[in-house]
């Protein structure tokens, strides 16, 4: 099976509450677009599940979130991988696009 979505045609922005669009959900894993206006966020939180999660940006810039107040740059092209179980979110300081692939799927 091949499918093609295109990314930034099907997911907007609104001022109200950061924007969820599944794009993909299998038995192997899961990927969905968020898509963040200047100042909303995905507090920080875990899984108590094993597997990984990948977030990466393609639009805009913010902070990638960790445990203890942690934080990285997050900016076009970056990627943060991490265990599941490990504290993680995401703020954005900028309209912000970023697709987050979580394995196995919760």
Known sequence: MIKRIEVFKENSFSDKNM???LLHDSSDF???NFN???GQELPI???D??????IVVLEGSGEFLG??????SANPGDVLISD?????GIRA???MRVLVTIAPPI
Not at 49 to 54: E, N, T
Not at 67 to 72: I, R, V
Not at 84 to 88: A, L, M, V
């Open 93 to 95: 300081k900028s309209n």
């Open 30 to 32: 899961k990927i969905l």
């Open 67 to 72: 445990k203890d107040n942690t934080s990285f």
């Open 45 to 47: 939180h875990a899984h």
């Open 84 to 88: 599941i179980r490990e504290p993680h």
């Open 36 to 38: 963040f206006s200047p």
């Open 19 to 21: 924007k969820k669009f």
């Open 49 to 54: 599940i094993d597997g990984q999660l990948s």
